[in-house]
């Protein structure tokens, strides 16, 4: 019979590995994607980085494009920014980052 501790310990590490994505990967840099209409990079670096500094303070950053549009408005955003404590700015700088994300994304799948 395996050790309590043992078992713990493959438990642990076979969940950080199916969760290790580079920052990149799960928060593109603004510059590598196109700011929808009436969006600032300024305004989308921002939300960036509100995300990344502090959304990722509790846990690891989710990958953006894993979660609809409506899951981010409908769900995500309203419990972590509570969460997270941020500002009605804050808020919408990373709603704004994310809308871009998703979208760039969604553009940038091939055409079937």
Known sequence: MKSPQLYL????C???LSSCVSLETAAPPVATIAPPNQTSY???N???EIYVGKCTKCHS????????LDDWKGDIMPTMSKKA?????EE?????YVNAVIK???SAQPKI
Do not use: C, F, N, W
């Open 92 to 96: 919408a700088s990373v709603m704004a």
């Open 61 to 68: 950053a989710e990958i953006i494009v894993k979660h609809s």
């Open 104 to 106: 760039g994304s969604a």
């Open 85 to 89: 404590k941020l500002s009605p700015a």
């Open 9 to 12: 310990l493959s438990l642990l």
């Open 42 to 44: 300024t305004h989308l």
């Open 46 to 48: 921002s939300g960036r």
């Open 14 to 16: 076979a969940g950080s």
